[in-house]
């Protein structure tokens, strides 16, 4: 009996050694024992790395950017708890990269410097010479040692007999890259004339010094960006705000508190005889454990500013254009053809056509490797020919003259420009009328109202024809699908303008609630006290008519809880208005992704909202008179109302399909990257299981706390489903956890909605479950969930962990096994 319990025993035992061993090997193999400090007597090879004491951040050589087909190493440091060396917080050789690492050592020098020796590939290069005691060559210490602090620090400190540190000789805080960490500081040292600045990179896979930079003007006490040396966008004045703990605030940078997160941040300007700097601390969040993860300010090489760990930025290059000072835009002078000050680079997708008797060859390519994308940005914009530049050369110049043709691609698959648009009809309607005051002033008077009334003749005409256009029962779509359309005309309530006008406040900024498929979105109140949400169909959007009509029809006639109600609509000239009950709690992004709200989505409420949207889709897909793809499901499209149900919304790309009828083409993709299956962003290929597909990857975005998109900042092409595929292989499924999510008590049901997750996106559509057997898999815990094969878009990190053993974890992945390989870690 004895001997039976105890071989039954060791097999648990053994499986877990294995596990442990097979770990140990393909993870820590040729890691040496970590330290933090690197002795005068010690050299540093591209093999080792030093180790902050708790692990908040590593030095070492890496390739940060070799997805790029770019080799060059760098010494750099990055956050090794939250991110990967390929976002780097420093980087000590940024402008002279090292072309084979395998002979790189970093060694400190007895003249108390720090030195790269790369003794094949040229010569040694010094780290951030200057400063205080770093140039003076006579001096020989004999008690040196360096060490990389928990802030992320690396210090040089000559250390005394009795080994306590007598005084810092060098430290990397005092060379900023493109990134201020708390602690760090940006300003004057008058007495040693150091000057804190940070410097973008030049391309996202270059970090030479870019064009912009990111320093504090302790006169004005504001954040001031230049771009190549020009006043470019300055923060406004550091000042206090008058609510809680006494914390700070840039006065242009208040209206994007939620977007900046920035309330993280308890910022400081610090005054004393010899400096005048900012710096800042974090403010921990209790609500939000996850307020520590990657906690930096940050320019990009487009400029755009970034003060927060969700990976969003304030991208001033769209905000600065030079025609005015406001949003703390500098002001400078514009070539003759750019006076319009609607005039902007619009970033479009297509290709450039030589006109018929156009001469040369219509582009430019500067190949110049010290400028980039923000300095082509500048080139395009003075040289009154140009008329776009390419978005994919970010190193050098691709300028389009204005001789060529631009060809849009409408599925947003080709090569991505800059183009620049601007106004036109309004400027010639002016020049018209200017023309014709001077002909002739008497003839004006009744000129204009000639014109006032054909053109109020001509909108009450189209104003008429809309609405029957909308009520009658001729729609675009399989309109003989739809029954009893006079119903749905009766229903449906046909709002004035005015009434809307006021109840929108005149559409104002205030109550704007967001950004929808075709346009903006506001909040109103009604007369009687009801509130609204409205829609108002952009002007610009060409197809703004069918989706219009489209959605109106559409979601005029489906009636579910997870279905957002449409109350009626409003046409008026060019304005084309929906209007909705309102939705409280607006859309799940905005809980979701934003840090101090994602705590209030607990488990059970996310378990609620997939579970309400899987009964929406099942709805659309299977239950209501009609079959009805979404196309465009994605968790800004899911609203929330006072008790946080989930409402599927914004049916402006909805198909509607015969009930015999399962797949369709289109010859023009719509709806959103990230959340399109693909065969429907390849092949135009769209079905019931498309929208399944985009529902996986809400799941996921819902499980995780994170944007499938969110991944960008990291310079690997590694998304969402890539992310959790990965984990998933590694039997570590519990890892994308959000981690406001800490309870451990819904681990097993965490990882089947995983599971669930991850067969909806899967790369074959066939594979994946259809909207009735997803529900059935979340709703009954017995069913056994099928396994999940390679998902989607995963393809593209083929050189991570390609582990052979997932074939033994894949069947049981909820099972002991891999959670007992989790805790191991
Ligand atoms: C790097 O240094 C470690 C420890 O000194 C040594 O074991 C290893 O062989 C070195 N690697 C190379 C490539 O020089
Ligand atoms: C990078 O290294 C690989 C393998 O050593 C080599 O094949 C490739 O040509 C290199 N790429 C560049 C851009 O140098
Ligand atoms: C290191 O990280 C831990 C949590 O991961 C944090 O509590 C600590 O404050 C960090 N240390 C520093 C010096 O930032
Ligand atoms: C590259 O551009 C820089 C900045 O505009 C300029 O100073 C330099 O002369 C250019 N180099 C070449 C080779 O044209």
Redesign the pocket.
């Known amino acids: 009996m004895g001997s039976q319990e105890s071989s039954s025993m060791s097999l648990p035992i053994l499986l877990l050694l294995t596990i442990v061993i097979s770990y140990l090997f393909f993870c820590c193999i040729g890691v040496?024992a970590e330290t933090n400090t690197l002795n005068q007597s010690d050299n540093l090879?591209?093999?080792?790395q030093l180790v902050s004491n708790n692990k908040n951040f590593t030095l070492g050589f890496v390739k940060p950017f070799v997805d790029y087909d770019n080799n060059n190493t760098y010494l750099a440091i990055w956050n090794s708890k939250y991110e990967s060396p390929s976002s780097p917080v420093w980087i000590a050789n940024r402008d002279t990269p090292i072309t084979n690492a395998?002979f790189a050592t970093l060694f400190i020098h007895q003249t108390g410097k720090f030195v790269i020796n790369r003794t094949r590939d040229g010569h040694p290069i010094q780290l951030c010479p200057g400063g205080e005691t770093n140039n003076n060559n006579n001096v020989n210490y004999n008690n040196i040692k360096a060490v990389l602090l928990d802030n992320g620090n690396l210090v040089l400190t000559e250390v005394n007999s009795n080994g306590s540190v007598d005084r810092t000789l060098w430290q990397s805080f005092d060379c900023p890259t493109d990134t201020l960490l708390p602690g760090m500081k940006l300003g004057i040292n008058h007495r040693t004339g150091r000057n804190w600045t940070l410097t973008s990179f030049l391309a996202p896979d270059d970090p030479s010094q870019g064009a912009f930079t990111l320093e504090w003007n302790p006169n004005s006490q504001e954040l001031v960006v230049r771009r190549r040396g020009m006043s470019f966008w300055n923060s406004g004045i550091l000042k206090n705000v008058s609510d809680d703990l006494g914390r700070m605030t840039f006065e242009n940078l208040e209206v994007m508190e939620s977007t900046l997160e920035y309330k993280y941040y308890r910022m400081r300007s610090n005054k004393s005889l010899d400096e005048e700097v900012f710096s800042y601390s974090l403010k921990y969040d209790p609500m939000d454990p996850s307020t520590y993860k990657s906690i930096k300010m940050r320019i990009d090489y487009t400029g755009a500013f970034s003060f927060a760990q969700n990976g969003l930025a304030l991208s001033l290059e769209d905000l600065c254009y030079g025609y005015s000072t406001e949003n703390g835009c500098a002001k400078w002078s514009q070539p003759k053809c750019r006076t319009d000050e609607n005039t902007r680079f619009v970033l479009r997708s297509g290709g450039f056509a030589n006109r018929p008797n156009s001469v040369g060859d219509g582009g430019h390519y500067d190949k110049n490797g010290t400028i980039g994308l923000a300095d082509c940005r500048v080139r395009c914009w003075n040289d009154c020919d140009c008329q776009a530049y390419s978005k994919t050369v970010t190193v050098g110049c691709l300028t389009i003259s204005k001789d060529t043709e631009f060809i849009p691609d409408p599925s947003g698959q080709a090569v991505r420009f800059y183009v620049i648009q601007r106004p036109q009809n309004e400027r010639k309607t002016k020049k018209w009328i200017a023309i014709s005051v001077s002909v002739c002033g008497v003839l004006l008077v009744s000129v204009t109202v000639i014109i006032f009334y054909w053109r109020w003749r001509r909108k009450v005409r189209k104003e008429r024809r809309l609405l029957q256009l909308i009520t009658s029962t001729d729609t675009i779509h399989n309109a003989n699908e739809l029954e009893n359309d006079k119903d749905f005309a009766q229903n449906l309530k046909i709002f004035s303008f005015v009434s809307i006008l006021e109840a929108t406040n005149n559409f104002s900024v205030q109550n704007k609630l967001g950004q929808g498929g075709f346009g903006p979105v506001y909040k109103g109140k009604l007369a009687e006290g009801k509130e609204i949400a409205v829609k108002r169909l952009s002007k610009s959007s060409g197809q703004g008519l069918v989706e219009f009509k489209n959605e109106l029809i559409l979601i005029a006639k489906l009636q579910h809880m997870n279905l957002v109600r449409l109350l009626g609509c409003c046409v008026h000239n060019e304005e084309k208005l929906l209007i909705y009950e309102y939705m409280p709690n607006k859309s799940l992004d905005s809980f979701l992704f934003d840090a101090s709200k994602r705590s209030i989505l607990n488990w059970r409420m996310r378990v609620m909202i997939i579970e309400g949207i899987s009964q929406g889709l099942l709805y659309l897909h299977q239950h209501s008179r009609l079959r009805i793809i979404h196309r465009d499901l994605k968790v800004s499209n899911i609203l929330l109302d006072g008790e946080m149900n989930p409402k599927i919304s914004d049916f402006g790309m909805a198909r509607i399909f015969k009930r015999s009828e399962l797949i369709a083409n289109t010859n023009n993709p719509v709806g959103t990257y990230g959340y399109m299956s693909p065969e429907y962003a390849m092949d135009g290929i769209f079905s019931v299981k498309s929208d399944i597909f985009s529902f996986g990857v809400i799941i996921l975005e819902i499980l995780s706390g994170r944007r499938n998109n969110s991944f960008y900042d990291t310079k690997k092409p590694l998304n969402l489903i890539g992310h959790a595929w990965d984990l998933w292989e590694k039997g570590a499924g519990l890892e994308l956890m959000d981690p406001t999510l800490s309870n451990s008590c819904f681990n097993q049901q965490f990882l089947r909605l995983v599971q669930i997750g991850l067969l909806c996106v899967e790369e074959s559509s066939i594979d994946r479950p259809t909207i009735s057997e997803v529900i059935s898999m979340i709703t009954n815990e017995s069913t056994i969930l099928p396994m999940v094969k390679k998902p989607a878009f995963t393809n593209l990190d083929s050189n991570i962990h390609a582990n052979p053993q997932r074939n033994d974890t894949e069947n049981n992945s909820i099972n002991n096994v891999s959670i007992s390989t989790m805790n191991g870690r």
């Open positions: 040496t090879n591209f093999t080792q395998s």
